[in-house]
């Protein structure tokens, strides 16, 4: 039952375009907090974050995430900086990346005479 179900040539052919995977995540806020027994140590925020990912059939695949915002604060009452991450920037973070299908020429191979 196991190889009539698994055969590979019963399964069509993927449309070359056709999306085979994707997706979209938008997160508005995360906080973070490190603690140790019952004293905080440190809080990381992380704001507007958006990833997106498609992934096309003989095509390309496109990754994207972006990071509004970042702060990392140290909780400890001592410390003589608590604002360890703090950028003023809009954006902390803009990546895309784009990745071209291989191309696979003909399998024939052709032999060279000298």
């Known amino acids: ?3 009539y179900l698994m055969k590979p040539e019963a399964d069509p052919p993927v449309p070359s375009g056709a999306t085979k995977f994707s997706y979209s ?3 508005s806020s995360i906080t973070m907090r490190l ?3 019952d004293s905080s140590l440190v809080e990381v925020r992380l704001t507007s974050l958006e990833s997106d990912c498609v992934f096309r059939a003989n095509d390309r695949m ?3 995430l972006f990071l509004a915002s970042l702060q990392l ?6 410390t003589l900086y608590p ?16 990745r ?3 191309r696979y020429y003909g399998g024939e191979q052709r032999s060279v005479k000298a």
Request: glycine share 0%.
């Open 1 to 3: 039952l196991w190889h």
């Open 25 to 27: 995540v938008r997160l």
């Open 35 to 37: 603690c140790h027994l």
């Open 62 to 64: 496109i990754f994207k």
């Open 73 to 78: 604060d140290d909780l400890q009452e001592d």
């Open 83 to 98: 604002k360890l991450v703090w950028p003023d920037e809009d954006k902390v973070l803009e990546i895309k990346y784009v």
């Open 100 to 102: 071209a299908a291989p």
